[in-house]
Each structure stands twice: as structure tokens, then as C-alpha cells.
């Protein structure tokens, strides 16, 4: 419940989830290294006074907010035991932490992944964040990671639990501002 000028607002558990992707994806995830600032008009929106950011999607690292709410905790165990082999593999394949070591290394997938985390509601147990950011939409993500065998593999056992009603999934994909830092 929220007050302001003596009116209360009632949220709901997804609104306030969307709310807060939404304040994390603009505060949070912003100031991406691989991001740059621009002053041309063109390429600029006002924000708010003194603030601009560049409308180049592609200039900035493109954010999903994946929802997930199981119907059971065996549910919720099962897919962080499915999704942990995702998370070493794009750390591995995709990651900011993967380094050129040769010639051969084929430079489309690295530093593909920004971040990608796995985050249990403290509230709710039920409830699972998976916060991702890429490099950019076009390659970062549906080039690279979209196309990944862990993930790939991953996808059809959610699928599966998802058909099965175990999981309801949620998602926004947004793009990042100048403002914050990671």
C-alpha cells in the first residue's frame, strides 16, 4: 500500500515486481561501459532538466527482466537445478569475464552477456528475478545466447514445466539510460 496526498494505492505483487525491474533497469543497470554518450540532438531525449540519454538502442545494453512464480518449492528447486548449467555456460561462453587467449577465438560471443543473475524473492520463496543484460539485442542476444546449447536445452525443460503448470512466466526487456552505474 502506497500514500501520497491522502490517496492509498494497492499494488499487486506483479505490479510491484514490474515496478521494481523497471526502477532497476533505469538505475541499476545503466552506465554500461559499452555505452555511449551523445549530444546531438538527433539522438538525444530530455529526460528531466540536465538529464539526457541517447534513443540508439543499439548503442546501449538491451535488459530483460524474467518473472517467475512456481506453484511449489520442489518446482522452484528443479529450475535452479536446470538453470544452474546455463549460468556456467554463459559465464564461460558469453561472459564479460571471457578473454580473446587466440586467433581462433571467434569475437561475435565475446563479452556477449553483461550480467546474469538468478535472485529469490525475500518475501516470497515462490517467487525467482532473472536479471540478464547484453552487449546488445541483435547479437548479444538472440544471436548468441538464444542460440546456446545449455540454454536451448534449458528452454524445452521450462517449457515442459510450464505446460505442465509448475511456473508462470513474466518478462520485460528494456534498454539502458545513462543514469546509474553497474
Do not use: W
Not at 571467434?106 to 556477449?112: A, F, K, L, V, W
Not at 525443460?157 to 528494456?174: D, N, P, R, T
Amino acid at each position: 500500500c502506497y500514500s501520497t496526498m491522502g490517496r492509498a494505492f494497492v499494488l499487486s505483487l506483479g505490479e510491484i515486481t514490474l515496478l521494481g525491474a523497471a526502477l532497476l533497469s533505469l538505475g541499476y543497470f545503466a552506465g554500461s561501459s559499452k555505452a555511449k554518450f551523445r549530444s546531438s540532438s538527433s539522438s538525444t531525449t530530455a529526460l528531466s532538466k540536465g538529464v539526457v540519454a541517447t534513443t540508439d538502442s543499439e548503442q546501449r545494453a538491451f535488459v530483460l527482466a524474467v518473472n517467475l512464480k512456481f506453484t511449489t518449492l520442489t518446482h522452484r528447486d528443479a529450475f535452479l537445478q536446470l538453470i544452474d548449467p546455463v549460468c556456467k555456460d554463459v559465464l564461460a561462453n558469453e561472459g564479460p569475464l571471457l578473454k580473446q587467449t587466440s586467433a581462433t577465438s571467434n569475437s561475435s560471443t565475446t563479452e556477449t552477456t553483461l550480467s546474469y543473475k538468478v535472485a529469490i524473492s525475500d518475501k516470497n520463496p515462490l517467487m525467482v528475478l532473472i536479471l540478464e543484460r547484453y552487449s546488445d539485442k541483435t547479437n548479444g542476444y538472440l544471436k548468441v545466447h538464444r542460440s546456446g546449447r545449455e540454454f536451448l536445452k534449458f528452454r524445452e525443460q521450462l517449457k515442459a514445466m510450464q505446460e505442465e503448470g509448475g511456473v508462470v512466466i513474466e518478462g520485460e526487456s528494456y534498454v539502458e539510460t545513462e543514469l546509474g552505474y553497474v
